[in-house]
Structure formats: C-alpha cells, structure tokens
C-alpha cells in the first residue's frame, strides 16, 4: 500500500431537465416577485468601456429543431483582456462590465441574445496570444453534462489563424464551426449544433 | 521569475481534468431526449487558460433576506405551502477537500404533489399558492451552504410510458472558476425510485449516484418542526502552481 492522495471525486452531473428556468431565470418563467431580477440580464451599463455588440443565436438538436427550453451562459473577458474575477490575478478588469451573461432559449423560436462589448484578446499559458473569444456554456433537457465551446470573432482573421485552440484542431473543416457570423453594425451570430454535418466543436475544458 | 517557492496554495492553477467515466455520457437512448442533443464527435481537450480559470462572482449582498427560505419566499403573509418542512444543508468543497467560499448556489424543485410552477408543466397534480419552488445561496468562508424547503413530490414524465422521476431538488453551482460549473440533482435516502429513475441510470456506477443521495440527518433536524438533509456537493479541484513552464514576462 501507498499513502492515499484522499482526493475527493466531483458530484456528478446531472440534466438541467425542463424546469431549469425556475431555479435560473424565475421570473421569465413567470415566477415573479421572488428575486428582483434574473441574473445575467444585464452584462454592461452606460460605464462600460468597448465596443458594444450583440450576439444571437440558437442551439440546434440533431433533426435540425432549435432548443426551447435551453439555458445559454457566456464568459467572457472585457475591452483589455482583463476577467473580472478574482482569479484574475493580471490586472483590474472593467468594474462596469461583470463578463458573465445568462439567457434562455424563447420558449417559442429558441433563440438566445446577449449584449455585450467584443472581448480583447488574452494569453494563453505559454504566452502566445488567443485570439478574442466568448466561452459559452450550454444546458438544456436531454443534456448530461453542461457543454462548454467558444464563439471566436469572423472580422479577427489572422487573430484567429494564430489561435492557440484554433490551429491546433486537426479537422480544419470544424473549425468554423466555432466562429460567428457578422450581420454588421456589431452584431453577430453564432448558432450552436449539437449533431450533424455542422457540430459545432465542444471542448473538455 | 521564482523569487522563492512558497508553500501556500498559489491561485492561477487549471482544474484537475474532468473524470468523463464518472459523469453521465452525453448518449444515452433509455433518456429519449438525449438522443437528438448528445454531440456525436469527441471533445477537444483544452486545458484551462485564464479564460477557464476565472469566473464571475457573486457577493452576498445581491441575496435577499428569504431567498433560502422556500416556505417562505413565496407564500401570502401568514400562510405556508403544504408538505414536509426539511433543512437541506452541506459544504461545497473541491476535490482536495477545501471548502469552496462565496458559491453561488441555485435551487429549484417541484412542490409537494410532484408539480412544477411552470408554463410549460402540464402534470395533473395541483400547484400550490404559496410555492414557488426557486431559491438561492452563497456559500461561506468554509463552504457551508443551507435552506429550508419542504420535500418535493415525485413526479410522472413523458419518456417510458410509465417513468417517475425520484423526488428531487436541482442544483446548479458556480465554484471560483467557470470551468467548475455544475448542474446537477440531489435524492433523498430511502426513495425506491432512484434506481428505476432513466436520468438517474444516465450516470454509469452506483458509488457515484449514491454521491448525490443525501442522508437522514437526524442530528441537524429541528425538533417539532423540520427534518434535515445534509448533501456536499465537490467541484473540481485545482492544480497547484508548483513549477509551471510559464515564458519570461506573463
Ligand atoms: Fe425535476
């Protein structure tokens, strides 16, 4: 016998189920006068530095049918590469901009919208550059265990060419899978797909 | 640029990688929904960068005075919801064992009868006025976590023609990282329907689905009013920074 690393194992991960809203987002499950708000309404005010954008989208199942009962989270740094985290032991990060954003899936056509500013880019832990990048974090009905990705930049091209995570995926066919697409004037799209031809890429982070 | 080696826990280390064995895979038909969302292609390993390592945090000044008060935070003045009064208490700890402090923990459930107060519900079972089902906590410097609630029903759900869900109550969890999110579900001892349960038969051994059963904790119980439960629920932990090949300048 050996000395015991007494490591403890993680809780497993159990479905969101349907209901996810009540716990999450009450009162847009119409669950009101509990809390004041739902958290990670609002991600920036007035104060916040950066340029604002706007991200939509849908999570999409196998057959091609959006999500409707989906909860989307992002994370995401702010206008300097800063998190506004206390893990973030680089610098001060915008106090105005929090960098954590939740949004349900509509109940009717699935999509999520989140307004936020467009992150700066942050290193990767040998000290090359990672091109900027949303991470999101996807749990619905029908998932086990919450999915992580990232949404990168269409407008970052050679940012993203020289991306740590990016270059490195051997099926450069899925590679834009990860990246969203402008429809100008700061906004943007990334559809997430949980099968088919265009799977987005899910990261065991 | 290693002045000298200190010996406390330094912050900026990824978390351990996730034990993939140990959760519920993302496929599993018996679960009929997971059929249509479970991605087909392998995960791409990344180990955590500080985009992983961060995460949001929330302070306890945005909670409000009954928001780990389910018996409460709903009802009309002076009324209370119908069904078990319990206290379901724990630690939130990562896997070295460290309290996890200032976690936000979120919590929802289906009343007493087995009903959900939600649009989309449809179970037959009545909802009651002064339930509503949701609650929330941060946890304190040593992890420690509770609220009181009464014990949620099981319930019927359209997957087999005659599947029940054990009664429950969900939890989603932030630890100090983003990476440390989970969502999960705690069961009650003793329910028989845990092991006919197809969500519960998504995770694949018995040791790790007895990790969310909490026990009778008769010594926590409050006499003539409200049985407890205690749950721990353990986030990833995190690596050391012991002698990290980091470049020069970072
Ligand atoms: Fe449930």
Redo the contacts between chains.
């Keep these: 016998m050996v000395q015991s690393l ?19 987002v ?1 009162n847009f ?3 009101e ?4 708000e739902d ?1 990670g309404r609002g991600m920036v005010n007035a104060r916040t530095r950066g340029e604002r954008i706007t991200v939509t989208g849908r999570v999409i ?3 091609g ?1 959006p ?1 409707r ?1 989906v909860l989307v ?1 992002i ?3 702010d206008a300097m590469g800063l ?8 610098g001060q990060a915008d106090p105005e901009f ?3 954003g939740r949004c349900p899936g509509d ?1 009717t056509s699935g999509e999520f919208r989140f307004e936020t500013i467009k992150p700066g880019a ?6 090359r550059i ?1 091109a900027p ?1 949303i ?1 999101f ?1 996807i ?10 990705t ?1 949404m990168y930049f269409p407008d970052e091209e050679a940012a993203n060419a020289a991306d740590p ?1 990016l270059s490195r ?1 051997e099926h450069k066919i ?1 590679v834009p899978t990860l990246i969203a697409k402008s429809s100008g004037g700061g906004a943007y799209v990334f559809d997430i797909h ?2 088919g031809d265009n ?7 | 640029m290693p002045e000298s080696i200190r010996n406390d826990q330094s912050p900026a280390g990824a978390n351990f990688p996730r034990d993939r064995s140990w959760h519920p895979p993302a496929f599993t038909p018996w679960y009929k929904t997971s059929v249509p969302r479970s991605p087909k292609q392998a995960l791409i390993s990344l180990d955590g960068t500080v985009s992983e390592i961060t995460g949001p945090v929330f302070g306890h000044n945005m909670l409000g005075e009954l928001d780990n008060d389910l018996v409460r935070n709903f009802a009309k003045p002076g009324e209370s919801p119908i069904g078990q009064r319990i206290i379901v208490h724990g630690r939130v700890l990562d896997e070295n064992g460290r309290g996890v402090a200032g976690a936000l923990v979120e919590f929802w459930q289906a009343n007493a009868g087995g009903r959900y107060r939600h649009k989309k519900e449809t179970y037959l079972a009545p909802l009651d006025p002064n339930f509503g089902g949701c609650g929330r906590t941060i946890t304190a410097e040593d992890g420690f976590y509770s609220f009181r609630t009464i014990k949620p029903g099981p319930y019927p759900w359209p997957n087999g023609v005659n599947d029940w869900r054990p009664a429950h109550i969900h939890f989603s969890v932030f630890g100090h990282s983003f990476s440390q999110r989970l969502i999960t579900q705690m069961y009650f001892e003793g329910d028989p329907l845990i092991w006919q349960c197809p969500i519960v038969k998504t995770i694949p051994s018995r040791e790790a689905i007895e990790s969310l059963i909490a026990p009778l904790d008769m010594a926590n119980t409050i006499p003539m009013d409200a049985r407890a439960y205690k749950f721990d629920i353990v986030l990833r932990g995190r690596r050391s920074t012991l002698f990290e090949n980091r470049m020069e300048g970072n």
């Design positions: 007494g490591l403890l194992k993680e809780t497993p991960s159990q479905t969101a189920g349907p209901y996810v809203h009540i716990g999450c009450p499950s119409g669950i006068g509990v809390y004041p958290l199942d196998g057959t049918t999500l009962d989270e994370w995401q740094a998190y506004n985290s206390p893990m973030e032991t680089r929090t960098g954590w109940m942050v290193p990767y832990p040998d000290g990672q990048h991470t974090w749990v619905a009905r029908g998932i086990n265990i919450g999915l992580h990232r995570l995926i899925r949980l099968q799977e987005t890429i899910f990261l065991d982070i």
